[in-house]
């Protein structure tokens, strides 16, 4: 537990040190009027709370993403913990802080339009089908996890009741991408923030009491999975896709101008961005330590599970065995609810991805749906897919998470080139460094994994090594040509 608690620390204070450096490089401008002002519109530009933007964010981002993340990666053991800290503070905090920060610079941009901007208009085609892809995939996957649990926790394990969860969730999707964001997301997302923090809160205190004996740092960092989807996988890079939410994930960036265009005042970006991804990193160092004692400290035996076990089955057996009843019911809510809203504001993000790349004015119900229709026709084809095909839904979640992290590294390089346009001095490294990694976890996923090249396993380290140096120096052979002209 001493590696748990030291994660923590590490956490806190990287929002107080480093995410004050990362504002200060930025270098918000609180007199500056932000889009929820010059450019309301009652129905996406809605000037809103900071609380509520900030809880409105924290479950847009969460997802299932640090949850389940974090339970399939603490099988690799305390490395896990390393990657979350790392990659929270050095890599997602700081890519959703700038995705967020210049989305309320540019008029609400949306990331296409960001990664145009920065990269050039071919990235920006790739990045307006790359994105609307993933957000649609977001889509269909966030119904599926949530409608297994509610089935379970209604007590019927059924086809017939996962069909109907299915059905409900789908259609609260379509009204609440539809209606304006102050409706339905600016009153009831708040509360199952709360129902989401309790959940995590809750967990943390039963980790206290019981104080178990889990891996530590000093007793190695190796790699512990016996297996990972059924057969033995390297830590790199599958624990850098399998931790995604939790450390660092590009659908992040898709989310982040939703709140951008709510937001009153700049100075609320370090707490609104980079302080929800590092409350999102707590939940999944709170779930990758629960699921260390459940996998190596002898929880799995006490609630009647097993280390093959899947996240989400983890997810109800220690909830149900920690929290009772009352508690059960809340934080399993709190599971819900983070998919499920995830889910439609994905949607909502493609809509507007669309509206922006079309020009629709989307004050307008009827333009509103007509790019809304399409969206979840393909969404409810896919989740079909996920109901017919037995392996459905991990086919689709190996190119989620593969499309998520490539969304990173569109994102981190956008951010790189405004750094070096834009700030003297080297402040670029500060996002260079995690999109060389990102770029290498990326690549090499798709290399060695079955649903990419399923090139030698072997090969991983090679090929990882090659990306991050080939990327450096591209960069720097970008940057010499850009301030030679």
Known sequence: MVSFFISVIALILGYLLYGRFVERVFSPDPARPTPAVTRADGIDYIAMPAWKVFMIQFLNIAGTGPIFGAIMGAKFGPAAYLWIVLGCIFGGAVHDYFSGML??????????ELIG?????????????FSVLLLVLVGAVFVYSPAVILKD??????????????????????????????KIIGRVYPLFAV???????????????????????????????????????????????????????????????????????????????YGSMITEGLVALIWAAVSSY????????????????????????????????LGSVLALIGVVAAPITSGDTALRSARLIIADW????????????????????????????????????NVIWRYFGWANQTLAVFTLWAVTVYLAREREGAYY?????????????????????????????GWNRWIGAVVIVLSAVLFFRWKFKSSTK
């Open 195 to 273: 129902a989401l923090i309790f959940m995590a809160v809750a967990l943390m205190v039963g980790l206290i009491v019981r104080m178990p004996q889990i891996p530590e740092f000093w007793d190695g960092l190796q790699n512990r999975s016996q297996t990972w989807g059924g057969k033995g996988q390297p830590m790199w890079p599958y624990l850098f896709v399998t931790i995604a939410c939790g450390a660092i994930s590009g659908f992040h960036a898709t989310q982040s101008p939703l709140m951008a265009r709510c937001l009153k005042n700049e100075k609320l970006g370090r707490p609104v961005f």
């Open 294 to 325: 459940f996998f190596f400290g002898g929880g799995a035996e006490q609630v009647g599970g097993t280390f093959a076990d899947a996240a989400p089955t983890v997810v109800t057996k220690v909830s149900r065995a920690w929290l009772g009843v």
């Open 153 to 182: 926790l209604a007590g019927d394990g059924s086809n017939s009741a996962f069909m109907i969860w299915a059905g409900v969730i789908f259609v609260y999707y379509i009204v609440a991408t539809m209606l304006p964001i102050d």
């Open 429 to 457: 490294l500060m996002t260079l460094l995690p999109a060389c990694l990102m770029t290498a976890v990326s690549i090499t996923y798709l290399c060695i994994a079955q649903i990419g090249f399923n090139l030698p396993i």
């Open 117 to 129: 901007k920065y990269l050039g208009r071919t990235a920006k085609t790739v990045m307006l089908c």
């Open 103 to 112: 989305s309320l610079r540019n008029g609400g941009a949306n990331l296409p």
């Open 358 to 393: 079309l020009k629709f004015d989307q004050r307008a119900v009827g333009k509103r749906l007509a790019i809304s229709v399409p969206l979840f026709g393909v969404a409810a084809l896919l989740l079909w897919f996920n109901i017919a095909n037995e392996d459905g839904f």
